[in-house]
């Protein structure tokens, strides 16, 4: 079983600014997959960055990084430079490596301001 | 290359009556799933496919929703009969990879029962 938990459910940051937001997860799976997804107004689900629990190498994706604490349980997303299209839902989920289940938070509601 | 595709994305239906909704996943794609949006909440999974086989649903409340793949490809989601509680947005994904199933979304559909 897997459980996901994001404990922002709202975060604010300046145009240009860096925000980081927070989530932690258990699982019992030895391999396992995290994902920070965002979900804009239009509902659609877009994949913002992935990282394999096996690598130690923290993910990166142009202004997008994560900081990936396993020992913690911890896979926190920086978005560095924001953007008004930045706004949005962000929802963290993580899958076992044989159960395709995606697993999500709660959310957070980021909001840019101008 | 096409995203996936749902339709209606908006459905506004009377307590009891039937409910159906479409999904095209992305040329391709063998794994399908159906996952449900409450409001304020992350997605949860109703039901897996792997081609034109329910491998998982563990989570479909059987006795009022049902599923089918034809051809392994598109696939319907019923409610039938619908109940207060069934508002929510219905979200269709897709993935390719086995070992990372890393779902493509599509932009879901509102459902809203009155």
């Known amino acids: 079983a897997q459980t996901v938990t994001q404990s922002q459910p709202e975060m604010s940051v300046q145009e240009a600014e860096t925000v980081t937001l927070s989530c932690t997860y258990d699982?019992?799976?030895?391999?396992?997959?995290l994902f920070w997804y965002k979900q804009p107004p239009s509902r659609q689900m877009i994949l913002v960055i992935r990282q394999e629990a096996y690598k130690q190498q923290n993910a990166t994706e142009n202004r997008f990084s994560v900081n990936f604490q396993k020992a913690a349980k911890s896979f926190s997303l920086k978005i560095s430079d924001s953007q008004l299209g930045d706004a949005a839902m962000y929802f963290c989920a993580s899958t076992g490596a044989g159960s395709y289940q995606l697993t999500f938070g709660k959310g957070t509601k980021l909001s840019v301001i101008p | 290359e096409a995203g996936v595709v749902q339709s209606p994305r908006y459905k506004i239906i009377e307590k009891k009556q039937p409910v159906a909704f479409w999904c095209n996943p992305i040329?391709?794609?063998?794994?399908l799933y159906w996952y449900r949006q409450n409001l304020g909440q992350g997605p949860e999974l109703l039901i897996r496919y792997e081609n034109e086989e329910a491998v998982d649903d563990s989570q479909l409340p059987k006795d009022r929703f049902s599923a089918e793949r034809l051809k392994g490809v598109d696939s319907t989601l019923k409610i039938q009969p619908a109940e207060l509680g069934d508002s929510a947005v219905y979200l269709c994904a897709s993935s390719l990879e086995l070992r990372a199933p890393e779902a493509f979304f599509g932009q879901g559909t509102r459902l809203t029962v009155v």
């Open positions: 699982t019992s799976e030895s391999d396992y997959y």
């Open positions: 040329s391709g794609h063998n794994t």
